[in-house]
């Protein structure tokens, strides 16, 4: 089975900075990587799909990147509505389909 | 409107039974596949099952295996977790979510918590 790691599993950053979130998958999946914030007591929403392309409605300061192993999740300019949980999910169509753990971004 | 709305849920003893519904509007349901995905009090997101649109493919986590069963009816815009066996390690908020190739609309969760 393939496993997500995403790194950090917090972070603490003022309004206004960059922020990049980062996972990887223990083998190749293509770009076959979804993003996703949570905020408590909320349920998902998603940001990113297809590893870069930006879910319509989501403000344009949240951007995806990569592809094969590595990706990455970024927040260009830290914003107080960005304190969320950040997840990565691997899905390959139809029958597997993975989240990271997570990581919880704070804001200073 | 695009909504979902599940129900429920509720308390449970070890080894019982729960029929989870998901209620969808505001969309052709019958042109999406359709998953159902839980969060552990305090813990991260995992895919239980999903289901293709006309329902002839359905996939689980191991975890669920021979336990639960996913189905839909297309013509009530309706999606349903059938839980049996239920274990404490199934406590969870239960959420249906649209789509395979990423989730883009999700209910608002029905919780389930399995104690004695």
């Known amino acids: 089975d393939i496993q997500m790691t995403q790194s950090p599993s917090t972070l603490s950053a003022f309004v206004r900075d960059r922020v990049t979130i980062t996972c990887r998958a223990s083998?190749?999946?293509?770009?076959?990587l979804a993003w996703y914030q949570q905020k408590p007591g909320r349920a998902p929403g998603l940001l990113i799909y297809?590893?870069?392309s930006l879910q319509s409605g989501v403000p344009s300061r949240f951007s995806g990147s990569g592809s094969g192993t590595e990706f990455t999740l970024t927040i260009s300019s830290l914003q107080p509505d960005d304190a969320a949980t950040y997840y990565c999910?691997?899905?390959?169509?139809?029958?597997?389909?993975?989240f990271g753990l997570g990581t919880k971004v704070e804001i200073k | 409107e695009v909504q979902l709305v599940e129900s429920g849920g509720g308390l449970v003893r070890p080894g019982g039974s729960l029929r989870l519904s998901c209620g969808a509007s505001?969309?052709?349901?019958?042109?999406?596949?359709m998953t159902w995905v839980r969060q552990a009090p305090g813990k991260g997101l995992q895919c239980v099952a999903n289901?293709?649109?006309?329902?002839?493919?359905?996939y689980y986590v191991d975890s669920v295996k021979g336990r639960f069963t996913i189905s839909r009816d297309n013509a009530r815009n309706s999606l349903f977790l059938q839980m049996n066996t239920l274990r404490v390690e199934d406590t969870a908020v239960y959420y249906c979510?649209?789509?395979?190739?990423?989730?883009?609309?999700w209910g608002q969760g029905t919780t389930v918590t399995v104690s004695s």
């Open positions: 979510a649209r789509g395979a190739f990423g989730f883009d609309v």
């Open positions: 505001g969309f052709t349901f019958s042109d999406y596949w």
């Open positions: 289901i293709k649109e006309d329902g002839s493919e359905k």
């Open positions: 083998q190749s999946i293509s770009t076959w």
């Open positions: 297809a590893a870069s």
């Open positions: 999910q691997h899905y390959d169509g139809h029958s597997t389909w993975t």
